[in-house]
Every structure is written in structure tokens, then in C-alpha cells.
């Protein structure tokens, strides 16, 4: 039997009151999940509502009648967090209607009408984007609004830095993957375009990958054209490819794509031009094989699989992802290494996310690693902390530069940590270097690029010396600063702690043991740590200052990163922090002996 009543619900045009106070916008609900805005405006952003414990809403940007893009949106059902706007210029305005999808259960079109997004939705040509995050950090990168993941496809190309990003533009949660694209001039500050350099098309979302400048134009897109290669990911992963010819701010995706299909999951392109063997070198992950695939190109297009690297060896437990291979020369010596770097989740060494690296050598097709006394390949890691994730380089960096960047943040709690206009900042730039240990191996340093030194402002304290024992001295900090020192310290002086710490009772205690010269990291009692039981942990470093009583540091603090480096780069570890209010003294004293603090310099940072 038809039951006819069910079909004349109330028509959805008696739904005034859900209606937004823009005349420029009409919302016409449909059905309980679906509804339709039609914009009638010649304004170049309508700002959405976010509500981030919703699912995503799906919408789809209709001009007259022709889909022109999806995006989703966690669309506002009981009060709004913040709004991120979707940028409407290139559309024809009058006849635009973008199509929502809601996916919450819900038993009927009145319901739909209550969500607090319509009345919201709003109309406008300027996108407020000044900071309003107290955990934002001064002088890292960040997007100025919305997710980051991975920086990715980063080049250098006369005279400026490019750093391209895994970018959500419509929330602070891992969706739309697109990529974002900041440049600087100096690897410090950073200018942010508005708009995504690559965004989500038919083939999928844009995951990581990386580019190169064509000297030679060997794609044929010209000469010194910047191609980029990336992950399509959609139902399955795939390899495309984007050109460049005015220094990689439009990117525009080649009309051969896909251009590597594999019948397995495979992400995060990694090239370069190998100029012994005068062609194209590509790292790509093979995720769930736990190996990376090396293939070469002569023109970036046609690609030749020549071999894999890493079944079975090293850290294991869990995906590999966004490769990078490095030619590095070995501290003190006219050697030159490779360094395979390959970033692993979860199963890194405090859980979750991390980059482990093998050293070797590569004849332009083919990894061999380096083995350890016993013949093994030993499991490295570039960095001792939690939030240190996705590093890889600046490919034509000057010199011959090998500079990284990582995702300073981790898998296991990155869209849980409390900030929402934009969510992870990255990492310091860093110098990759190669020393070898006291055991005979060589070691990935990790040194803060040179530029970091030219956002030290003034002193704010220096102390040429003193002396540490059980009784705790104090001295003052400023919110934002890098702290300098030469730790000495003998077995008799038992454990040093150097602590962070705030007047809310919260603090960072970094411990060295000069027995196991090893140097750890609490951030058990650091402020905010309740967002996620992996957030509390203690990491642990390993100082490499065998045969020596004192360890230099750089310690570097910024509203909820802390970064620690031995001088040379021996260690590095990276951390976040989210302390209620910022940490106002480094306080030092140790377990039982005495031990020295020499050359302490605490530099402000210079604001821009
Ligand atoms: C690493 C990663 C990559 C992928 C990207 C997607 O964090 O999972 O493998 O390309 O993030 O955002």
C-alpha cells in the first residue's frame, strides 16, 4: 500500500526561520540529509560554518549545472566553532548552488532546518586570518588556517625557499588534501599563499610527493620549469604529475595523468636527478609492503622500476611513507654516503610516527645499506622525540644543501591537539650531516639550518658559569626563546635535571644521566595532556659524547614545540608541549653531585 500522507511532507520552503541573514544566500532543504544553497552574489568567499565533532558534510559546487568541486565540510549542527571560507571567484555567482550532503541520521527535512549552519553561512570579500591561537607557534611554520600534514614537494629555485604542504583549506582535521604552498626567503619567515597550489580533481586527493626544477627540460614543460610528482589518492593510489613555468605557484596537472599505475598501494614520489647516470631517480613508497621502490626516468613521465629497498630491514611496524635519498658527505672526511630516509607509522621509537634512516651506498639504480659489525643493518633514527614526522628535503637547495623539514606532530593524537583555527605546525629547518659514532657507524646529524641563527634577538640572560648541585637554581625565561649551554657533568653528580617550568605548576624536565649519557624528556607533567593517553610520555636520547664529560645544547621553545639539539647536530628531538601558560624558568639541579652549567645564553626571538 502507498501511503500517501508520507510523501506531502511539509514543504521545505516553510523552513524560514534556518534561513541566514545574507539575502545573498538561500538554503532550500530537500530532504532530511540533503539541501541546496543558491548564492546570488558577486562576493568572493562564503565563509562555512565548522562544528568539528560533526562528520563531514559533502558539497558539491554546481554552476549551471555543471559539477565544478567537491569539498567536505564538517558543517555546524549545534553551535560553531570557527568558519573557513570557500572562495567562489571564477564561478559565475548567479547561478552557483552548491549541493550539501549531511551524514548524520536524521528522520526528517525538519530536522536538517536547525542545524546551526545555515543561519551562519555568510557572505564576504576579506577572510580574517590573524592569529588567534595562544599555542601558535612565533617562528615555525604554520598554515595560517586549517589541517597541515606533511610538508612535501619543497624546492628551492633563485633565491627563495618553497614549501608546499598537506593542506585541508575547509577545517583543521585530515580532509581535502590539497597542497598548500608558503615561501620564505630565509627558511624562517614565512609568506603564505591563500589558495591551494594543487586541489583535489577527479582522480583523488593530493598527497605528498615531491619536485624538481627541470634545468634542461627533459619533460618538455621548458627549461627550469618546476615539475612536481604526487599521489592521486582516491579508491586506489596513483602517481601524477603537475608542471610549473612561474616558479610553482600555479601548478597545473599534466594531461597524461596517472603516470605511474601499480596494482598495490603505493604514495609519496621522491625524486631527483642522479648525474652519474644522467637520468631521473624516484623513491616511491610501497606502503604495506614495508619497502621502498626505486624507479628512473629520463623525461619525469615514462618511469622504469629498477628495484626495492627494505623488506625486513629496520623498523617495520607499521606503514612506510614519504621516502627521501641523500647524498651527504661524512664530517671530517672527503666521503660521500647516502642516506635513505624512510618516515614509518606507527612503530616509531616512542610509538606512533617517526623517520628512521639507513646509511649506504647508490649506484643510480640500487640501495645497498651499510651493515653494523655483526653484519646486520641497524634501525636509526633521525630524531629522539614524539613530533617529528614526514621529513624530507629541498630539492636544488644551494651548495649542495641537504635541508629538511619535518610534520611536527604524530599519527596517534595530530587532530586531537587543543588548537582549531589551524592544527601542526613543522619542524625547524635542519642541516643533514654524517659523524661517525664511537661504535664506527655513521649517524644522520640533524643541525638547525644556519638561517635559524638570525631570529635571535637579543641576550636576555647570559651566565658564563655555574654551578649545579641538589639544592634547584632558577633562571628567568622569556615566552619565546632559544636557550644555550654547555652541560658538564661526571658520574658522581648522578642525574642533571634541566626543567622547564610555569607558575601553574606544570613543567618539561629534560634529564641527562651522564652514567648512560643519554638525555631525556618528560612532558608527563606539561600542561595540556589529556587529549590523548599516547600524549604523556617520557623520550629518551641518545647524547653520541662518548669519551666526553660535557654535552652542548640548543634548546629551542616556542608556545608548544620544544626542540632540543646537540650543538653539532649529534641529536635531535623534537616535542610538543601545551603548558596553560608559557613556561617562565629554566630551573637546574641535580640527584646527588655537582655538576656544571657553562656558557648559558638565552636569546629572545626576533618578533616580525
Ligand atoms: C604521511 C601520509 C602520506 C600521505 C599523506 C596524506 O603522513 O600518510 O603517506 O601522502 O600523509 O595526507
Known amino acids: 500500500m502507498i501511503l500517501l500522507g508520507a510523501v506531502s511532507a511539509t514543504p521545505s520552503s516553510a523552513a524560514t526561520p534556518a534561513q541566514p541573514e545574507n539575502t545573498g544566500v538561500k538554503v532550500e ?4 540529509n540533503h539541501s541546496l544553497i543558491r548564492i546570488n552574489s558577486d562576493d568572493k568567499y562564503l565563509l562555512l560554518p565548522i562544528e568539528e565533532s560533526q562528520d563531514d558534510a559533502k558539497i558539491e559546487i554546481i554552476v549551471n549545472g555543471k559539477l565544478e568541486k567537491v569539498v567536505n565540510a564538517r558543517l555546524a549542527k549545534n553551535k560553531v566553532d570557527y568558519m573557513v571560507p570557500l572562495d567562489l571567484s571564477g564561478y559565475d555567482n548567479k547561478g552557483l548552488v552548491l549541493a550539501v550532503e549531511t551524514r548524520q541520521g536524521r528522520s526528517t527535512t525538519r530536522d536538517i532546518q536547525n542545524d546551526a549552519c ?13 592569529n588567534t591561537e595562544k599555542f601558535r607557534p612565533e617562528f615555525h611554520h604554520t598554515p595560517l588556517w586549517g589541517w597541515m600534514n606533511d610538508p612535501n614537494g619543497m624546492f628551492y629555485k633563485d633565491g627563495v625557499w618553497h614549501l608546499y604542504y598537506q593542506w585541508n583549506p575547509y577545517g583543521s582535521k585530515w580532509q581535502n588534501l590539497s597542497w598548500g604552498h608558503s615561501t620564505s626567503t630565509d627558511l624562517v619567515n614565512w609568506k603564505h599563499e591563500t589558495s591551494a597550489a594543487l586541489e583535489p580533481d577527479a582522480l583523488g586527493m593530493i598527497f605528498s610527493g615531491s619536485s624538481v626544477v627541470d634545468k634542461n627540460n627533459t619533460a618538455g614543460f621548458g627549461e627550469d620549469a618546476v615539475i612536481a ?16 613555468t612561474d616558479d610553482g605557484t600555479t601548478l597545473n596537472p599534466y594531461s597524461g595523468n596517472p603516470v605511474i599505475t601499480l596494482d598495490s598501494e603505493a604514495r609519496d614520489p621522491n625524486m631527483f636527478w642522479h648525474e652519474p647516470t644522467q637520468h631521473w631517480v624516484l623513491l616511491l613508497a610501497h606502503a604495506l609492503e614495508h619497502e621502498m621502490l626505486i624507479l628512473t626516468s629520463p623525461d619525469l613521465k615514462e ?4 628495484s626495492s629497498f627494505g623488506k625486513g630491514l629496520g623498523a617495520q611496524d607499521g606503514v612506510w611513507e614519504c621516502p627521501d635519498l641523500l647524498k651527504v658527505k661524512v664530517d671530517g672526511s672527503d666521503k660521500e654516503k647516502w642516506v635513505l630516509i624512510c618516515n614509518l607509522n606507527p612503530g616509531g621509537v616512542f610509538g606512533g610516527s617517526a623517520t628512521q634512516y639507513f646509511v649506504g651506498d647508490f649506484d643510480g639504480k640500487t640501495f645497498t645499506p651499510d651493515t653494523d659489525a655483526e653484519g646486520k643493518v641497524p634501525t ?14 629541498f630539492s636544488n637547495a644551494p651548495d649542495g644543501r641537504n635541508t629538511v623539514i619535518g610534520w611536527m606532530s604524530n599519527w596517534q593524537y595530530a587532530p586531537e591537539v587543543p588548537t582549531m583555527q589551524f592544527r601542526s605546525a613543522n619542524t625547524l629547518p635542519r642541516e643533514v650531516g654524517l659523524f661517525e659514532g664511537a661504535d664506527g657507524q655513521l649517524y644522520a646529524s640533524s643541525t638547525p639550518s644556519p638561517e635559524v641563527e638570525t631570529m635571535r634577538g637579543s641576550v636576555f640572560k647570559r651566565i658564563g658559569g655555574m654551578s649545579a648541585g641538589t639544592k634547584a637554581k632558577s633562571v628567568a625565561i622569556p615566552d619565546v626563546c632559544e636557550i644555550v649551554l654547555t652541560l658538564k657533568a661526571g658520574k658522581a ?21 651522564p652514567t648512560t649519557k643519554t638525555l631525556s624528556f618528560d612532558r608527563t607533567n606539561s600542561g595540556i595532556t589529556d587529549f590523548s593517553q599516547d600524549f604523556p610520555a617520557v623520550t629518551v636520547a641518545p647524547t653520541f659524547n662518548e669519551g666526553k664529560e660535557s654535552v652542548e645544547l640548543r634548546i629551542f621553545v616556542d608556545r608548544s614545540s620544544i626542540e632540543v639539539f646537540e650543538k653539532d647536530g649529534r641529536f635531535a628531538m623534537t616535542n610538543l608541549v601545551f603548558p596553560n601558560e608559557p613556561y617562565s624558568r629554566l630551573t637546574v639541579n641535580t640527584d646527588k653531585g655537582s655538576a656544571e652549567i657553562k656558557n648559558l645564553t638565552i636569546y629572545d626571538i626576533k618578533k616580525n
Open 29 to 32: 532543504f530537500i530532504s532530511p
Open 303 to 306: 618511469w622504469t622500476l629498477q
Open 380 to 393: 636509526k633514527w633521525m630524531d629522539f622525540g614524539k613530533d617529528h614526522y614526514a621529513t624530507v628535503s
Open 229 to 244: 610528482l604526487y599521489t592521486a589518492a582516491a579508491a586506489t593510489q596513483q602517481q601524477s604529475l603537475a608542471w610549473s
Open 118 to 130: 545555515w543561519k551562519a553561512l555568510e557572505l564576504t570579500n576579506e577572510f580574517e586570518s590573524t
Open 493 to 513: 653528580a648522578g642525574n642533571v635535571n634541566l626543567t622547564l617550568e610555569n607558575n601553574a605548576g606544570e613543567r618539561v624536565v629534560m634529564t641527562y644521566d
